[in-house]
């Protein structure tokens, strides 16, 4: 039987402040490694949803989207694993930090760095998305946040409800 393939949905908030972008640096397999403020689409949740959870475990800010920057699609491959991600990026701003929110688990900590220290820090990224949905975003790309729909179907799941 042809195996069914299956990127996993991630989803990233790009967050430029007073000319800064905030990253966050992080434990991996390959070592610590800067990434935007990311992570997998949970069941039950939308895009919009899930890029809001991950912003703030990963920098204890609540994170607003306030437009689309891009959809991409990646491979990453290791030894013993071929991954595709499919990444939803968001733009948005954050505020301060949640009072009694620690970082989430991996997460070293937080850096505010200008477009040339994101570009100059390269080889240490966890993805090239990185750096990619950074340039997208200076270089203007914004899409409404409406161009992603989340069909009730899947907001059903969180009540345990759902099905095909």
Not at 47 to 69: H, K, Y
Not at 90 to 111: E, N, P, Q
Not at 150 to 164: I, P, R
Request: glycine share 10%; proline share 5%; with cysteine.
């Amino acid at each position: 039987m042809r195996q069914v393939w299956k990127p996993s949905v991630t989803v990233a908030a790009i967050i430029e402040q007073d000319g800064r972008f905030l990253l966050v640096e992080e434990h991996t397999q390959e070592g610590l490694r800067l990434n935007n403020p990311a992570g997998h689409l949970e069941p039950g949740e939308s895009p919009l949803q899930g890029v809001a959870r991950e912003a703030l475990e990963e920098t204890t800010r609540d994170f607003t989207p306030d437009g689309l920057v891009g959809v991409y699609l990646s491979r990453f491959q290791r030894p013993g694993e071929d991954v595709t991600y499919l990444r939803f990026a968001f733009r948005g701003s954050v505020g301060a930090s949640v009072a009694g929110r620690v970082l989430d688990h991996g997460i070293v900590r937080t850096l505010w760095l200008t477009p040339e220290e994101v570009r100059a820090s390269q080889s240490r990224h966890r993805s090239p998305l990185v750096l990619q949905c950074v340039e997208d975003h200076l270089a203007g790309k914004c899409y409404p946040l409406d161009l992603v729909t989340t069909h009730a179907s899947v907001l059903a799941l969180q009540g345990g409800g759902g099905g095909a």
